[in-house]
C-alpha cells in the first residue's frame, strides 16, 4: 500500500468512493506540490485513457471530489470508476435497509434522514450507471435534479401550510382572549353600576336618616311656647 493512500472505507454516505489520497504534503523540504490523485484501479475490460478521464470528468462534474486538510496534509477521495457487479448491488440494497432501520427513519411523511439515504441511494446509482453508459447518467442527473426541486417545492408548500394552519389557529386563540377579555370588562362595569347605586342609596338613606334626627333633636331643643 502506498504512503499517500488511506484504506479508510467512507462509511458516511452510501455512494462508493476510491480511497482518499494525498494531493499536497506542506512539510515536503523543497515545498513542492505532489499530486497523487489517480490511483490505479483495476477492472476487468480496462478502458482507453481517453474514456477513463471522460468517465472521471463526468463523475466528477455528478459527484464533485471530497478534499481536506489534515496534520497539515491535503487530501482528496473521488468518487469510485470501477464498475457495480450484481453483488455490490445487492449490498447496496442492504445497505440502505440497514441504514434507515439504524437511524429510526420514519417510513412515511416528510423525514430528512429517509431523503438523505434514498438520495445517497440514488446517487449512488447514477454512479454505477455513468460508468457503463456516460449518456445515461447525465439523463438520470437531470432526473435526480428535478426530483430534488419537486420535493423541495412540496416540502415549501408543506411548511406554507403548516404555517397557515398556527396562523388560523393563533387568530382563533386571540379571538377567544379577546372575547373574554369584553366578557370581563363587561362584568367589571356591571359591578361598577351595581357599587355606584348601592353607595349612592346608602348615602340617600343616611342623609334621610341624618335629615330626620336633626328635625327630631330640633323638636327636642326648640323652646316651648
Known sequence: ????????????????????VLITKHDDK???????????????????ADERR?????????????????D???WKQQVSTTPATRLDVVNL??????????????????????????????DELIRQITIN??????????????MKMTMEAYQSLYCSNQIKE?????????????????????RAAELRIAEEKKHSEEIQ?????NQQLKTQLEGIIAPKK
Not at 31 to 39: A, F, V
Open 205 to 209: 338613606f343616611l342623609k334621610k336618616t
Open 30 to 48: 523543497h515545498g513542492e506540490l505532489k499530486d497523487k490523485s489517480s490511483p490505479t484501479r483495476t477492472k476487468s475490460a480496462p478502458p482507453t
Open 133 to 146: 453508459c456516460a449518456e445515461r447518467g447525465l439523463l438520470l442527473l437531470r432526473v435526480r435534479d428535478e
Open 54 to 70: 471522460e468517465t472521471e470528468e463526468i463523475l466528477n462534474g455528478i459527484l464533485p471530489p471530497k478534499e481536506w486538510e489534515e
Open 166 to 186: 398556527e396562523k388560523v389557529d393563533v387568530e382563533r386563540q386571540l379571538a377567544d382572549l379577546r372575547l373574554k377579555a369584553e366578557q370581563s370588562e363587561r
Open 1 to 20: 500500500m502506498a504512503a499517500a493512500e488511506r484504506l479508510i472505507p467512507d462509511s458516511s454516505t452510501l455512494v462508493k468512493y476510491d480511497n482518499p
Open 93 to 122: 440494497q442492504e445497505q440502505l435497509d440497514m441504514r434507515l432501520q439504524q437511524r429510526q427513519a420514519r417510513e412515511t411523511g416528510i423525514c430528512p434522514v429517509r431523503r438523505e439515504l434514498y438520495t445517497q441511494c440514488f
Open 72 to 74: 497539515g496534509q491535503k
